[in-house]
């Protein structure tokens, strides 16, 4: 009995060591800070959009976080500056993923701004990266003999449309597109410092 006792509270001062270590500490530490100034809170389109991404299991083959120079080519790879607490203010899940099967996407509005380009390569990524392993999203879109109005028709290029038919975005391809566009965290990581008060003379 007492080996089991022992053994018992052994146990759970190593699952409180654990949980302090690992849980606790790292939550403390990025409790307080704070959104940079030129981060925006989400809006609703964004918002639906991030389900989008989530839905479609798009944070299973992308990274939101580039890492630090010291720690890889991400600044090279063209993916920005590393992550710091701070770009994640308005994230509730976070998706900072941790698989790169595909490119890190922390910066990809800034990267690819083009609606079209977006658009385009949910229906059919090969058409614009050749030998991509990304799957195709067709189920975002619908073809059409003629568009009605509000449509949004993706201008696909040559050969990948359907004979004789329109591609046009669904509301959920819209929604998507305008939170991969929202992901540009090219403003500084620092904040700069407010300057000194300087005393009258």
């Known amino acids: ?5 022992k053994l018992l509270g052994g ?13 606790v500490i790292p939550y403390l530490t990025v409790a ?33 976080q580039p890492r630090a120079k010291s720690f890889g080519s991400d600044s090279q790879r063209g993916w920005g500056r590393a992550s710091v607490a701070a770009d994640y203010a308005y994230d509730n899940p976070h998706l900072l993923g941790t698989m790169r099967t595909g490119p890190d996407l922390f910066n990809i509005g800034a990267r690819q701004p083009s609606e079209q380009w977006h658009m385009g390569h949910l229906y ?53 597109v305008v939170y991969l566009k929202s992901m540009n965290h090219t403003y500084s990581a620092v904040e700069a410092a407010a300057p000194a008060p300087t005393a009258d003379r």
């Open 11 to 23: 146990g759970m001062t190593m699952l409180g060591i654990a949980t302090g270590a690992l849980v």
């Open 124 to 176: 059919q990524p090969r058409a614009y990266v050749t030998g991509s392993i990304m799957p195709s999203y067709p189920f975002l879109f619908e073809t059409k003999a003629k568009l009605e109005a509000g449509d949004v028709e993706v201008k696909l290029p040559p050969g990948y449309a359907p004979a004789g038919q329109l591609v046009v975005a669904r509301q959920e391809a819209l929604d998507l």
């Open 1 to 5: 009995m007492l080996n089991e006792t």
């Open 32 to 64: 307080q800070v704070k959104a940079p100034a030129l981060l925006k809170p989400y809006s609703s389109q964004e918002l639906r959009g991030r389900q989008q991404y989530i839905a479609n299991g798009c944070v299973y083959c992308h990274s939101q």
